[in-house]
Structure formats: structure tokens, C-alpha cells
């Protein structure tokens, strides 16, 4: 066994940043002219269990290429101070709504680039870096092995480095490409980092995201450590390689003739991955149709250009070794899945032409107890350098990203971010479009204002309201305090919208991810607690449920239960309270079949009944009488209408702060709930009879809002 310290440089915006834990230390100077000047790095030794080609080292030579000198000494020239500032800026920062999490930033391109020098041969074994552009993450922030694919480089996380190195400290498996090391060496390398890394802190799960052969590797290692705390994630896992279409390609690879082996590349650059989508993955989607395919035709270029690239990558004797690596992965892996008791979330294309990628995921959850599969049916292979699959946002919206044991709705939930903002909201703007939604509020002097100045900027703020059909006022509502006020609505919503129960079959991002992704949490009195210590705004429905899937005629009609369930809790934190009506449901959707109606038809009756018994166990209303009881769930009829508009009016926010004692006594509290309930029914009264005087509801109005939008006029 031989400790070794390796470092290696790519380009300013890439370098090595160990932070392992292990027998020594040794300071690492970059001295270049550019943006890399003076950059100074502390590195600690990586131990590695085996001597690579025969040679053991215990020093870093100094090497010059480039322009660059990287000298090695021991010591800890500059490192306490960077580590001072790392905690400094661990404890300071904390995510905003809309932080920018730099997604679509880096591309294909600087992978190709990076590779050129990453690849350069140095002798050395397979090691951990951290690409810079991760940053200093968040205090506490959990750590996060990448382990890579055939390619081996460790840059497969460059379109999310960015993110992910905000929440995550990010750890990168580089295997040089002479490497020759077996799949159980590899498995027992990484299983020696993990458990140090345990043994620091063991209280925090750590993450492993293994991107195709790294797939094997990851479960490998998730089996064999059932005790520690794992977050799993796979991007096309490469345990299906016994039915991949690679396996005849072995003898003819071997048979195949150097001189033609740069063609290869090319080859596979075309079954991994779906190049367009590679091309418009740093393409902002909302730029006019000329410019992006302008841009779309600019990136494929440079794609082509880059490709040569890859037989430097994946040189012949290296290819047929990682073929016969994955091989022998495969096959060690899938003896040992039924071991696996760490959280594993799969990503699966529908385009893998390397892999039977789908059905394998299906495979795959059916022998692992804790797993969940998200479905990209228009990805290729190499799913993690493709267009429309962002990392962090699937960890976040399947309630994935966790600090602890078990996950919390509060302590662990990272704000949407711009590029989450624009993909979800901003980029279905027909919606907002369709709707037109118009919001006033009421400042403390009483007066009506259009927008939402009269509501409090800081929280602690519940907002209570009427829950319109199918909750059609929740998209334009949460996006326009992020638009207006930047700030995030944290919505309290029924329990089975967070449970196993509504998981969909194609297993495809669904509206219950981004509901996660924007701050939904199930009704609990824990929840509320949280949210209000936390001084956060929360947007509660009294009617829940029973509000948002009611019966023909019962438009604008509240149903609340008879006891005060949340005054006491707001006086408390000396939360503001901010009462809110919305009407619209009936101008942009007729309810055509209701619960009764539904319920009288075969077959469909039957399954709403099945599905009810299935969530009785989570029903927040149990114990309770009267109609709000009542909370058949169900999918109604709808058919839309001819855009209409939704309005909303924020009424005079209500302040319960230095009103504790007085709210303990049930009958006030009982008094100022019922003030609440009257003061969202007269503000859907006030909205019933504004909109009728709007001159931009309808057809016509719908056209002239268009219009004007375009003409950058209010309406």
C-alpha cells in the first residue's frame, strides 16, 4: 500500500483541490500569468490501495507545462487562509430565490478542451479532485463522489458543477487513461474514502452519482457498506451490459486495425450521446428562433471539430480494457443489488443506443427496496452532458437532497434557482398567457394598489385564501412574488401529493416535482412550526382539499373547518396574517364531471374508491365532522374554456404580534378566525364584481392583452 500525492493542471477554470483526510498534507502554489495567477491550492494526500504500473511515489516532482509551474513542498503555504475564508463564506451565504446557480454556463466544449489536458499521462494512480468552478459549498453541505464513465476523465459533472458545488462538496474520480486497475480494486478505493468520510461525519449522508460503468461502481460499494447513510443516484447504469449491443463489438475492436482506430470515436461519440442536444444544452431556449439556431449551429461545429479528441480518450488497448471493465463490473455488481439498503435514484433515457437503459431501471427497482426512477425518453447515453436534465433539480424535486438521516421539508429545501425559474415558470408563459392574471393588495392605510406592495417583505407571513378548482391559482401566484418581491411562497398541501401514491407510471418529471422543487410541504402542525420560525411566507387553505376538487355549483364557495387550526400557532411567532380571494376558475375551465358524477360511472367509481382507502391513512382531516371532512380525491373533468382572467385581492395584512396571551383564550382566536374567513369571502365578492367591469376579459380582451404585453403596457 502506497500514500500518494498527485496534482495535475487543465486550464485556469480547472485544477486539483483535494481535501481527503489522510497521513499528509503538502501545499500546492499555481504561478501562471491570465487568470490563474497566484492561485494558490491546498492538497492532501489521496491513499490509494494498490501500486499503479509497478510504481509507487512519495513526492511530487515540479513540472512546467504551458507556461505553468506547479511546485510541491510541504507546508501549508496559503492553505489556512483559504480555509478560514471557506468557513467564512460556508457560514455567511446562504441561497436566495433565484440564486444563480450558473447552469448552461459550461458546455460540451469545455469538456472536449478540459480533456485535451487532463489526459496528458503522468504515471499516476486514479485520485479525487474538485473542478474550481464548484466553489466553497454551504456549511454542512454533504459530501459527493462523482464516479465517471468509459471515458474515466471526472469531468462528466462539468454542466453542473456549478450547482451542485454550492450544496454539495463535490469529490471527482479521475482514472488516467494507461490505468489498468481491476473493478474490485476500484471497488475497494472508494469504499476506503467513503468510510473515512463516514467516520468524520457520520451523522451526514453521503452521495454517490455514478454516471454508466460509475453506475456499477456505486451500487458495488452502496452493497457492500449497508450501514452507512448513502444517497445513490445513476445516470444509465451500466449493469445491463450483458444485453447491450457493445458486447459483439469486442472481438471486432480487437481485430480492428490501428491506423483505423481513430474512426471509432466517432463512432461511439454517435451511440453514447444525442449531439444536438449536447449542442443546445448552454443555449438559452427562450432566444428568438434565428439566433438559437445561429447558436445551435455554432456549437455543433465546434462539437465536430473537438471530436478527434476522443481516440486520445479512449485509445485502442484502453477501449477494449473498459469493455472488458464493464464486463466484469456488471457481473459483480448485479450479484450483489439485493444488499442494497441506501436511497437510489436512477435517470433513465428512452435514447440510450449503448444501453437498454430503461428497462434496466425498471429491473433495477424491483430489486432494490428504496428506489425511484426519473424517465428522459429523449436522451441519449451520456444523459449528464445533455440538454434538459439539470442534476440538482431532480435530486431537489424528488426530495432526494438531504443533510441528515431523514429528510426535512424545512431544514433541507434549497430555493428554485433563475435557471429552474426560467425552465419551470417563465418557460411555460402560455399559462400566464391563458390566465392573465391581475393581483391588487391592501396597504395598512386601507388603500387598494395594484401588485402586491401591501404585503409584508418580512415574514414571518401566512397568506389565507380560497383554493380554487384544481388549484389553478397556484402557478401565477407563486410566480409572481418571485417575479415582484423575490421571495418563495412555501405552499402547504395534502399529504398524498408527497407519497409514494402519486408517482406516475412513465415515471417522467411530473407538476408533484416542481410542486417539491417550489417549496410544497405536506399540512402537518410540525411543518407550520418550522416554516414560522424560519420567518418564511406561507400560503395556507383552510378548505384544502374538499376547496380544490369541489361539486358543480360550488364555485367561490369555502369550506372551512369550525376550529381556529392555525390563528393560535401565527400569534405565537407574531406572524403577520394576510387573508386573500381569487376568482377565475369558472372563465378558464368548466367543471364538466365532479366527484358524484364520476363516482356513478363503472370502472372509474370503483378505482376512486380503491385509491381513497389507499390515502386514508394520510387524511388531515380525520376526526373531524361536517363537509370539509369530506375530501374525496379524485381527478375531475375539465374542459377549458375561452381565455378568461384570474384575479386576486390581498386584503389589509392582520398583525399577531404581542397578541399571544390574548389569542390563548379559544374565543378570541375563534373571533379573529371567523374575521379571516369574512374578509376572504368579501374580497371574492369585491373580485366578482371588478372583473365584470374589465375590459381585458374574453376573447377580445385576451387578443388586446396580447397586444399591449407586446407593447410593454400594463393591463
Known sequence: MASIVKCFWASPHFALNLNKKCHYRSGIQCLASGDSADAALSVESVKVNRIVNGVSSSAVKEKESDGLLIEVGHGHR???????????????????????????????????????????????????????????????????????????????????NKSLGKVFQVWCMHIPVQDRTPFEAFVEWVEETLRSEHSSAPKRPIY????????????????????????????????????????????????????????????????????????????????????????????????????????????????????????????????????????????????????????????????????????????????????????????KGTCTYRRSRNYDFVADFLPPSKSEFKQTLLGNGWFR??????????????????????????GPVILVGYHMLMGLELVPLVEQFLMEKKILVRGIAHPTLFSQLVESENKELSIFDTLRLYG??????????????????????????REALHRKGEEYKLFWPEQPEFVRMAARFGATIVPFGVVGEDDIAELVLDCDDLMRIPNIGDKIRRDNERYKDLNVRTGMSGEVA?????????????????????????????????????????ELYLHIKSEVENSIAYLLKRRKEDPYRGFEGYVRRLLQTREGVEH
Open 433 to 458: 398567457n391563458y390566465t392573465g392574471p391581475v393581483m391588487w393588495s391592501t396597504t395598512e392605510d386601507g388603500k387598494i394598489v395594484r401588485g402586491l406592495s401591501g404585503v409584508p417583505n418580512e
Open 630 to 670: 369530506n375530501q374525496t380525491l379524485y381527478l375531475p373533468g375539465l374542459l377549458p374554456k375561452i381565455p378568461g382572467r384570474v384575479y386576486y385581492l390581498f386584503r389589509k395584512p392582520i398583525p399577531t404580534k404581542g397578541k399571544q396571551d390574548m389569542l390563548k383564550d379559544r374565543s378570541n382566536a375563534k
Open 78 to 160: 496559503g492553505s489556512n487562509v483559504d480555509e478560514k475564508n471557506r468557513e467564512k463564506v460556508s457560514e455567511e451565504e446562504k441561497l436566495e430565490p433565484l440564486w444563480d446557480d450558473g447552469y448552461g454556463t459550461q458546455s460540451v466544449k469545455d469538456y472536449l478542451d478540459l480533456a485535451k489536458e487532463i489526459i496528458k499521462p503522468d504515471g499516476g494512480p486514479p485520485r479525487w479532485f474538485t473542478p474550481i468552478s464548484c466553489g466553497p459549498p454551504l456549511k454542512d453541505s454533504p459530501i459527493l463522489l462523482f464516479l465517471p464513465g468509459m471515458d474515466g476523465l471526472g469531468l462528466g459533472l462539468i454542466l453542473h
Open 208 to 395: 454517490l452519482v455514478g454516471d454508466s460503468i460509475g453506475g456499477c461502481l456505486a451500487l458495488a460499494v452502496a452493497a457492500r457498506n449497508p450501514n452507512i447513510d448513502l444517497v445513490v443516484v445513476l445516470a444509465n447504469p451500466a449493469t445491463s451490459f450483458g444485453r447491450s449491443q457493445l458486447q459483439p463489438l469486442l472481438p471486432l475492436l480487437e481485430a480492428l486495425p490501428d491506423e483505423l482506430h481513430t474512426t471509432v470515436p466517432y463512432l461511439l461519440s454517435f451511440i453514447m450521446g444525442d449531439p444536438v442536444k449536447m449542442a443546445t444544452a448552454n443555449i438559452d431556449s427562450m432566444l428568438p428562433p434565428t439566433r438559437y439556431f445561429e447558436q445551435l449551429s455554432e456549437n455543433l461545429t465546434g462539437l465536430l471539430l473537438r471530436l478527434s479528441g476522443l481516440s486520445d480518450i479512449l485509445p485502442k488497448e484502453t477501449l477494449l480494457w473498459k469493455l472488458k471493465l464493464l464486463k466484469s463490473a456488471a457481473a459483480f455488481t448485479n450479484s450483489r443489488l439485493h444488499a442494497i439498503k441506501a436511497e437510489v435514484l436512477i435517470l433513465a433515457s428512452g435514447k440510450d443506443n449503448m444501453l437498454p437503459s430503461e428497462n434496466e431501471a425498471w429491473r433495477l427497482s424491483r430489486s432494490i427496496r428504496n428506489c425511484k426512477i426519473r424517465y428522459f425518453k429523449d436522451n441519449g447515453h451520456t444523459i449528464l452532458l445533455e440538454d434538459g436534465v439539470n442534476l440538482l433539480t431532480i435530486i
Open 520 to 545: 410544497g410541504l405536506p399540512v402537518s402542525a410540525g411543518n407550520l412550526f418550522k416554516l414560522l420560525a424560519t420567518k418564511s411566507h406561507v400560503l395556507l387553505y383552510p378548505g384544502g382539499a
